[in-house]
């Protein structure tokens, strides 16, 4: 009955991405569209919209702004994340990987880790800035983008951001999977290199 009420045309088939005007895809409206899938409800600070605004034009490979952008919205497979989905279940530990101290949240994992703060105490004093540790991401991020005093070097330090991020998700990693325990110098010096590598 559904068909039969639909009219055929001659013309050729064709894809047409709705989201747009004129039928063609673009990756900024396919953004826009799963932002509003995925954090429909999500009040988003000034500060937020600001990091996911910039986040998405890094020149970070998209595997990096995917993952930061899910660092932003706790949305990363942290041990607490893992075990509030029932993927971890007692008696398997929430305790961070890293420390071995404190249950393992986003945000310790990423910025309050005695590991992870000696990787972006390291950071800071390479930049020759004092840094205190703050309270989540989005704030790191709005202190390195108001060190940067051109347009070239906020790029630079807002990638930065991106690439210390990932660097201590992988030492993360490494250290779980494949029983690899780098040092805070170690996940220094990468994070200079790709950083060099991905400007």
Known sequence: EVIRGASLLA?????????????????????????????????????????????WKSSAPSKVCAFTWQAILDKIPSRINLSR?????????????LCRRVDESSHHLLLHCNFASGVWYAIFNWLGVVYISPPNLSITFASMAGMGDSKRRKK??????????WSIWRACNDRLFNNIEASVNEVVDSVKHLAWKWY
Request: net charge negative; hydrophobic share 45%.
């Open 156 to 165: 630079g330090l807002l990638l930065l951001w991106q690439v210390v991020l």
């Open 11 to 55: 013309d050729e088939d064709r894809w047409i991405w709705v989201e747009e005007g004129d039928g063609m895809f673009s990756v900024k409206s396919c953004y826009n569209l799963l932002s509003r899938l995925v954090t429909p409800n999500l009040p988003l600070s000034g500060l937020d919209s600001f990091v996911f605004n910039y986040i």
């Open 85 to 97: 989905h029932g993927v971890i279940k007692p008696p398997e530990s929430k305790v961070c990987v």
